[in-house]
């Protein structure tokens, strides 16, 4: 698949971009329809990342559960949420997975076809404070006067780190210094020096896994906070299509929705070590240690949900989760970015 480039999707997305992104989507028509031949539908899915942080996902495409259904499913990795954004509002992708901030966003900024979630898969933050030195006993405290490597302005890693810190009366902007300028799934490399000139320059970062447990195999950091833990329940990703392809595609959505609920029946019955040895193929970098570890990890802080239905509450929280990181100066309707038509069909 062609790659997409590099544009930025927020707030302060610029107006010519977003005249492109709303051009594109007119031209497109209803976007790239799914491709149905041989019994079977293309669907592209486009996801944020590619991490065992999904692993119900990796599940139902590893056990055959979107094949059963009659769904070739194309994975992409958008490696960030404005990225993968991007992608399903040009057509390049007919599924989206993200943080839901990113259909707000582009809502407010009036997109006609926006994006409109109808599943959501994770139900606490995955990422974990990693320290250059081991801490016992961290408390949040600690993390005053520090340099921290942080997650993207606007994103969801980074506004609910923002969110823990203010949990704590710990102001992100006076109390320490967070740099949000390193590309997603870069951070790591420049915490353990892997890039020239970065080794020693930070105190801690924010990291998803393998990262996380990678750095502390390699004793160049520490796991000290589990965000998904420190933080509660928060939506922290779903699934969205765009509003035209879920009118001319429900048969493909409710599908593609058991076919997920599947392998997040599978996750909620297996044991770590079951899991880890079904999606290992997704992983081949990682050996399986490790991605058990991780699996058990994300289990035992009751990481996914046992269904996919995005609750009005869990909204409304992230719309809080955005005001308080001053990304949102008014709330957006429920009924309009979330359809929950398939969730409810498939629990």
């Known amino acids: 698949m062609k790659q997409i480039k590099n544009r930025v999707l927020s707030k302060v997305f610029p107006t010519f971009l977003i005249m492109t992104l709303l051009l594109s989507t007119l031209l497109n028509g209803c976007g790239k329809k799914a491709d149905v031949s041989s019994g079977t539908t293309k669907v592209t899915l486009n996801e944020v990342a590619h991490s065992i942080f999904y692993a119900p996902m990796y599940v139902a495409i590893e056990e055959g559960y979107f094949a059963d259904e009659g ?42 076809d926006y994006a409109v979630n109808f599943a959501q898969l994770t139900q606490r933050a995955g990422n974990f404070l990693v320290s250059r030195t081991p801490i016992e006993n961290f408390s949040w405290e600690q993390i005053k006067g ?10 969801m890693p980074q506004m609910v780190f923002e969110y823990i810190l203010k949990m704590n009366n710990i102001s992100p902007d006076t109390d320490l210094t967070i740099d949000t300028s390193i590309d997603f799934g870069s951070t790591a490399a420049a915490f353990s020096g892997a890039r020239e000139g970065d080794a020693g320059y930070a105190d801690f970062t924010v990291e998803f896994e393998p990262h996380a447990t990678s750095l502390e195999s390699q004793q160049k950091g520490y796991i000290v906070a589990s965000l998904g833990v420190d933080s509660g329940y928060v939506p922290y990703t779903a699934f969205s299509a765009r509003k035209s392809f879920i009118e001319e595609h429900p048969d493909v959505l409710l599908a593609f929705s058991r076919a997920l609920q599947k392998g997040m029946d599978y996750t909620a019955k297996h044991s770590a070590e079951e899991i ?7 992983f081949p970098e990682t050996d399986i240690n490790t991605i058990t570890t991780i699996v058990s990890r994300y289990q035992a802080q009751d990481t996914w949900k046992k269904d996919l239905v995005f609750t009005e509450d869990s909204f409304m929280l992230l719309q809080n989760i955005l005001m308080e990181a001053g990304e949102l100066e008014s709330y957006v309707p429920y009924a309009d970015l979330v359809d929950n038509t398939f969730s409810n069909q498939v629990k």
């Open 276 to 282: 880890a040895s079904v999606i290992q193929p997704q």
């Open 146 to 155: 520090t340099y921290v490597l942080g997650g993207r302005k606007g994103g």
């Open 71 to 112: 769904i070739e499913l194309e994975l992409v990795t958008g490696y960030g949420a404005d990225k993968t954004m991007t992608a399903l509002l040009t057509g390049e992708a007919d599924i989206g997975f993200m943080g839901s901030e990113a259909s707000i966003y582009t809502y407010l900024q009036g997109a006609q």
